[in-house]
């Protein structure tokens, strides 16, 4: 059904040509979620026998984590394009490359496995990254409240279990904070434990909900995933399964997004609506309509109101739609306040929004933007996932083309965006950047550039 790339390029050199005032319309399939598949791939450690994945989207992150779990012996067979078959049965103890953790902060996610399977663990620690400084002391904290003994070194986290049965042992663990890692790392952790763990402050995100689904198919004992007290009593051995990983619902937001900022009327499917549920909420605040039908949904819009968000952990707005609702809201009537409460450093897309003629004044995470009748097609460069995705949208609605840069971000988390959006009728095209090369370091590189490209 989807149109994919073809020979797959660098897409540090790569840049997509998009022609403004797009209208969409039609139908797409939303990929398997990146956040889900990432963990489960994580978990798939915690057996012996094999783990039957299917829906795994196919983007770098996925491909980088799939480096990282071949790098400490786990076979992965994705030869059927239908499911990836995982098999751990050889897992080792290996120091994993410095550079894939860095590439990679959900390779962390391995830490809980390895330790529960092999009694001890050793991984670089994930530094910042582009939307802020992303501790990971709630990990630490519970996996030492669980038994194990931690110790940073030389940039590595190093982690054993000193018991003689080289188990840990189930505990009440209160979060400082309901973070998703930290809530997936510890029940990774404490499915193999001896006892009963209770995870309370526990992040909520669907996602987690997945991860325990799986679990409890490999004879996991969890339960009240989804709530913000997890209970979990450990048992001796988990065995394979087969599990299909959920809808992505940040990608399908992106779409629904895309949608009404361009004043189209699309179709998506499959999602699960009641994931979906703040940002549908936002939507139909601003002026769509929205109409769920099982495991679609189609949005029609006429006109965009400016509407207020915060960002919040599940169920409210999600941080990862921030950056593109705040492209919606430049197409919007009136004045919207956008605020993001979760990263420290996640509105680098202003900067760029403005380039394109949005009226924003920003401050301490939070944006107030107001509706501009005109934005104006540039050449911009994404610097994180999702405001690759803001500048893409903001292109799409613009007055002339614009060339976007940064799909190294995009490709992390979005499979065939581009594909997808030509789907639907936009004018996008995936290309080298070397005819730009000359200009690309030009701050006033501007539509008649672009213009000029096209036209070569
Ligand atoms: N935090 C702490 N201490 C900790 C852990 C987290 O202070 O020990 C803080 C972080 O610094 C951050 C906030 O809590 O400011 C939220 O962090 P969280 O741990 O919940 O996020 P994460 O697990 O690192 C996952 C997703 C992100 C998504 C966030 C929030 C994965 C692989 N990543 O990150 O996805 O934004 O939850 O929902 O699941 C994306 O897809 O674009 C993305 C960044």
Known sequence: MICERGNKLNPKFESLKINGRCSLQGE?????????????????????????????????????????????????DDNDREQMIINAENLYFGNIPHNLVNELRASFFCIGPL????GHASLALPGGCNIGKRSIEEHIKGLQELGATIEEKDGFVNAKINNNRKRLKGKHIRLGCPSVGATETLVMAAVLAEGKTIISNAAREPEIQDLCEMLNKMGAKIRQAGTSKIYIEGVNYLNGCSHEVIPDRIEAGTFLIASAATLSCITISPVIPAHLNSLLQKLKESGSEIIIKNNSITIKTKKVRGVNIET??????????????????????????????????????????????ASIRSENNIAIVSGVKKLSGRKLKGSDLRSTAAIIIAALTADNPSLVEGLEHLDRGY???????????????????????????KDDFLINDVQDIYAA
Not at 342 to 357: A, S, V, Y
Not at 417 to 422: A, D, N, P, S, V
Request: charged share 25%.
């Open 28 to 76: 797409i399939k939303i990929s398997g979620a990146k956040n889900s598949a990432l963990v489960l791939l994580a978990a798939s450690l915690l057996t012996k026998d094999k783990v039957y994945l299917a829906n795994v989207p196919d983007i770098s992150d996925i491909r980088k984590m799939k480096n990282i779990l071949k790098s400490i012996g786990v076979k992965i």
């Open 115 to 118: 330790l529960s399977k092999l």
């Open 312 to 357: 919040a952990p599940f169920p409210g707005f999600p941080t990862d739609l921030q950056a593109p609702f705040t492209a919606l809201m430049l197409k919007a009537t009136g004045k919207s306040i956008i605020k993001e409460t979760i990263f420290e450093n996640r509105m680098n897309h202003i900067d760029l929004l403005k380039k394109m003629g």
């Open 415 to 441: 499979e065939n965006f581009e594909c997808k959006l030509k789907k639907l009728g936009a004018d996008i095209k995936r290309d080298l950047t070397v005819n730009i090369s000359n200009n690309s370091c």
